[in-house]
Structures are given as C-alpha cells and as structure tokens.
C-alpha cells in the first residue's frame, strides 16, 4: 500500500493470512446484501481506501499468483454500497505489479494481475513492471537477495509509480 497522504505509516507487510477465506459460506454468514465485512477485511479495506496506490510485489506459482493474493483482491473488489460497483476500494485504485520466480521472473503472475485488475477496474501503471529472476539458493534459503541491478529496476520503479500517482 503506497501513498503519502496516509495518516499513519503501513507496516511494509500487512498481514492478510488473518483473512477469512471469500466463499459461499461467508456469503450466506455475512449477508448476499450485507456490506458489512469481517474485521480483518474491514482493517485492509481502510488502509487501502487511504493509500494513494497499490505496489503488489508477489512471488509467482504455476505462472500465476498466491491464492491468498487473490483472496484478499476478491474481499477488496466487493462494493461497500449496495449496487455500487465502483464503491469498491479499489475501484480507479492506482497499481504497480513487481514479481519474483525462477527464469520466469514472475511474468505469468504479473499477466494474470493485470487481468484482474483490469476486471477489477484499477488503474495499471503498465510498464515499468519489475520481475525479479531468483537464482536456485533462493529456493533452498528461502531467502531473497537482490542484485544492485534488480535493485536499481525496483528504485527505477517506485519512482515512475511516484509520478503515477501524480498524473
């Protein structure tokens, strides 16, 4: 979650795993016209309706995104106002995408995002988008070392995702 108008500073990685899971039955729980969330939705929902944009940087699996990813995208894409699509939070919400995988670098995840948002109806920051190629020790260390080239494409990045927000 990006943007300087926020009140308070995001921790760099919320936590989403608290999420309950979007399915029938919280349909049924929740109400099919009820557009009171669950907490933890609620708490996700607020600190992206004050951000300025949204950076997803997410790891790819089988060429696409994390289930919990989309997870967490399917609560956000629920309208807060009965039969108003675009009260969604994000709604017309600014996106930069960056991704990490083996020789992929992650583009299968970032084609499948951009689809999404798309149906989501946010607003693509198109290029640049970053995927980060992880050599093998990555996967046996569970650790992510950037390059200073990787490192220069994510600063390069963050500033035309700055100026995006601008326009």
Excluded at 130 to 143: C, P, Q, Y
Excluded at 144 to 156: I, K, M, N, S, Y
Aim: charged letters at 20%.
């Amino acid at each position: 979650i990006f943007g300087r108008r926020m009140s308070h500073p995001m921790p760099p990685f919320p936590v989403y795993d608290i999420m309950p899971k979007r399915n029938s039955v919280c349909q049924r729980e929740w109400g099919r016209f009820r557009f009171t969330a669950p907490a933890p939705v609620g708490r996700v929902r607020s600190a992206i309706d004050r951000a300025d944009g949204i950076w997803i940087f997410t790891p790819e699996y089988n060429y696409s995104y994390p289930g919990v990813l989309k997870n967490m995208l399917d609560w956000m894409s629920r309208p807060v106002v009965a039969g108003v699509r675009s009260s969604a939070v994000t709604s017309g919400k600014k996106l930069a995408l960056s991704s990490a995988a083996g020789s992929s670098a992650g583009s299968g995840a970032r084609a499948r995002l951009a689809e999404l948002a798309a149906a989501m109806g946010m607003d693509l920051m198109a290029s640049p988008q970053v995927g980060v190629k992880l050599d093998r020790t990555a996967f046996e260390t569970d650790s992510l070392a950037l390059t200073d080239g990787q490192r220069a494409e994510l600063a390069a990045q963050a500033d035309a995702f700055l100026a995006y927000l601008e326009e």
